[in-house]
């Protein structure tokens, strides 16, 4: 359970990590309303994750590429 779960966030882009850790509350908690607010919404929060997504893996690639300082 613990290796599924393990795999479902590496490709799950941290998206509910990143909202967990700002808001202070577990990322399980947070997809959990995830995909209640998906299916009373009849899909249109996969836009807003798929943005979060996109955001997050740019903003990965431009730390990774910033030059340190000395």
């Known amino acids: 359970m ?3 779960q393990n795999f479902l966030e590496r490709s799950a882009f ?3 990590a ?3 850790e700002k808001i202070g509350v577990a990322s399980s908690r947070v997809r959990l309303y995830f995909i209640y607010l998906s299916c009373a919404t ?3 929060p996969i836009i ?3 943005f979060l997504a996109f955001w ?7 730390h990774e590429r910033r030059p340190l300082s000395d």
């Not at 997050?56 to 431009?62: A, D």
């Open 18 to 20: 990143y909202i967990g």
């Open 42 to 44: 009849f899909g249109s």
């Open 48 to 50: 807003i994750y798929l």
């Open 2 to 4: 613990l290796h599924f």
């Open 14 to 16: 941290g998206v509910s």
């Open 56 to 62: 997050l893996n740019i903003k990965k690639y431009i």
